[in-house]
């Protein structure tokens, strides 16, 4: 059972702003890309590739971070841990595909990819820090 | 010894963009905040608090990883994995604070902080992807 988000960190991750998310390599060290983020209540959502860095290291361990800074008031940011309670796969992942596309650019994707090569992380926050409103 | 910074992840680094780094938790799970950051050569340098979460990190694992989008083309990002080879500590971290300043306001920092408060990590690359130029 995660933490609710606050107002402020809703906010941030409901504006089209990039998501920087951290996850752990198989020798223990860090990695970091920027992601588009939706969000499904207190959940916060990614849609990306099944072939990622990343996806692999959150199959090994699910804990990861994420920092986001909006880009009209950069600090203070919205700073959340948490894990990755599920991986969402198949047309349900090409549905949060079409999701944050629209979000980000306000348009239909122009194709939709493969089921197989897509994935969405449904993570849970164990920590948040962000603005309150 | 380090790898070089390609063109790209030089030009990006040398703009106002944000750096997102992560670090590790005690307990093994990332986290990761937004920085200002500045290079020195092939060194990236960030100048922060002596009491952040990400301070004591790196003390303990000096792994860390950098995600950088360019804000006027976000993607493709720099990714950078490397380590922290020196913590600046004392009157050459005021100085560093300072030179971060200059390049993200454009002025001289209002007041200088405490040297006892502030140091500069300066990173050593071991994987960098980003922009060929």
Redesign the interface.
Known sequence: MGVPLSDGAKRIIDKKN?A??????KD???????VWVYRHGDDIMISTGVDRVKTRNIQR?P?????I?DIDQ??P?V?V?GRVVEIIRGEAAVEGFVEVTKKYTGSEPAQLPPAADRVVYRIEADSVVAPEK
Do not use: K, N
Request: proline share 15%; aromatic share 8%; glycine share 4%.
């Open positions: 990039f920087h998310v951290a996850t752990i390599m223990g060290s860090p990695q970091v890309s920027p361990d804990r990861v971070a994420l920092s800074s950069p600090f940011p700073q841990r």
